[in-house]
């Protein structure tokens, strides 16, 4: 048992704890494989999880919502109903994550809820903040618990060596580790909580009811 800080008791898992690393782009030349396999090694390398790598460039999605959803997307929801934790890798694209980041995150419905998310933005100058910030609203949206860290990683491109590898210096390196670690341990905790069950959204005022006017 160690202490990290003084408030919060982070105790080792027993068992590697189920993580879905979902993939923010399908760009032809994404710089999103280079990132990930950094994460992933990091991810491998902390003993604390079992990666899953969720991919939409392998995932045979369809291109509208389906009223009925097929194989795959039932698939999709199964693989994000095992993860006990998650790590959203975006990029930044305007200012904003993408498309296809949306399209995966909507297919799944309620397999979101109570997990412990982590997110990871990369791009320009601002290193995915932007994006970072809005998939929290859509984290929140989803009754998942987006953690307070984050990481970002700006320029990329520019930690890049001959092999095409990410290689960031070592104050990323360790930002990236005690992210895992506190990942760790929002996914002990919320593992518990999810064994009561969700109370569903009221909204008690009625004037607010018909003023939002939700359909029966």
């Not at 993580?19 to 003993?47: F, N, P, Q, T, Y």
């Not at 995966?104 to 309620?110: C, S």
């Not at 860290?149 to 580790?177: K, R």
Request: aromatic residues 6%; hydrophobic residues 50%.
């Amino acid at each position: 048992m160690t202490t990290s800080h003084p408030f919060i008791t982070t105790l080792s898992p027993p068992d590697p704890i189920p993580l879905a690393l979902m993939l923010g782009s399908d760009r032809e030349h994404r710089l999103c494989d280079a990132v990930a396999g950094w994460l992933r090694g990091l991810i491998a390398g902390s003993g604390r999880f079992q990666v899953d790598v969720i991919d939409p460039l392998t995932l045979d999605l369809p291109t509208r919502m389906p009223r009925t959803p097929d194989a795959a997307v039932l698939n999709l929801r199964k693989r994000i109903g095992r993860a006990q934790a998650i790590v959203l890798l975006t990029p930044e694209y305007n200012h904003g994550y993408s498309a296809v980041m949306k399209q995966v995150i909507d297919l799944v419905v309620g397999e979101w809820a109570v997990k412990p998310v982590a997110l990871v933005g990369y791009g320009g100058f601002s290193g995915g903040l932007h994006a970072i910030a809005q998939l929290r609203q859509v984290m929140a949206a989803l009754d998942a618990v987006a953690i307070r860290e984050a990481l970002a990683l700006p320029m990329v491109w520019n930690h890049l060596d001959d092999s095409g590898d990410f290689t960031p210096p070592s104050t990323i390196v360790q930002a990236a580790q005690r992210l895992l670690a506190r990942l760790a341990w929002w996914a002990q905790g919320l593992m518990l909580t999810r064994q009561q069950p969700l109370l569903p959204m009221v909204i008690a005022d009625p004037a607010i009811t018909a003023a939002i006017d939700i359909p029966d």
